[in-house]
């Protein structure tokens, strides 16, 4: 019997976001193109007597430990489909920052059903668990897949997308998080009044992405919830600003924030603005990675 199952997922950076009208049932429209990027956690999973889930890292404070974690909701999940009890101790390892505009719940949740899928050899296919993915959330799907990939609807309804080449990030670390519900909410305040049109993808990005040329990419990077997280952190444009006055090709918001995405020439240009923005002090912490990287992938067990 396998003692463990160990998966690696990654963090992910949107290099487009945009945003439809609030619809009826709570959620927006979105065309979101996200690009996996090499920043990991790691969810391993064991045979325990009932559920438990414990964490490390230097944001383990900030992560919920009870049944509202999206690891623990994941393998709970699975189990009451396959009419079993999810007796699993899941254990994280994160590297990804809490709250942070980087999929990091989304990428525990993908972790562990994949984890415990391999546990228990449930055998499910890649449909259900793309199905169990987008009940937990909308990003979750996009942590299993990887790469880079265009999501419709409310982010889950994924389309792979090419690329031909990779691209290099700076991500500056902001002190405590933003809740995404918020910066929505924050998002229609702002807008109230225009005319939100339907969100449609760029091509110029997707040609860019395909091309795998960053300097196309940072001409056309956009983010509708930018305006919405710099309204609920104004500090964040100091980031911003300095990330851009060392040489990245363009700044921008990730997701809901408060973490800014600044994407480089190459991995020289990187370090640069990696070591401007540490000795800016505008921000907690500092993290190189490049994209796209696959997703959800067992590693051990
Ligand atoms: C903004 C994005 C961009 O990729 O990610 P983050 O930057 O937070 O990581 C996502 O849309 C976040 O996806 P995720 O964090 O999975 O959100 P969910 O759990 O599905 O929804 C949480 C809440 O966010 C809002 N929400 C989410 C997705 C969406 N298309 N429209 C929304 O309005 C709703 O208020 C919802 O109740
Ligand atoms: N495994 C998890 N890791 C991190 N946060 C989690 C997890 N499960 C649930 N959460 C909750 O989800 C919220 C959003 O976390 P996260 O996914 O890291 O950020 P974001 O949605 O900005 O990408 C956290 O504040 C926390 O309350």
Redesign the pocket.
Known sequence: MTASVTVRVPAKVNVQLAVGPLRPDGFHDLANVFLAVGLYDEVTVRPHDGLKVT?EGPDAD???LDA????ARAALALAARHGREANVHIH?A?D???????????A??AGALLACDALWGTGASRDELLEICAELGS?VPFSLVGGAALGRGRGELLTPLETGGTFHWVFAVADG????PAVYAECDRLRAGTAVPDPEPSADLLAALRAGDAPALAAVLANDLQPAALSLRPALAGTLAAGSGAGALAALVS??GPTTAFLAADESAARKVADALTASGTCRAVRTARGPVPGATVVAG
Do not use: E, F, H, Y
């Open positions: 964490c900030k992560v919920p509202g974690n999206l690891a994280i994160k990804i920052p809490v709250a942070g505009g980087m999929a990091g719940g989304s525990d949740g990003d998080g933003l809740s995404t997701g809901s």
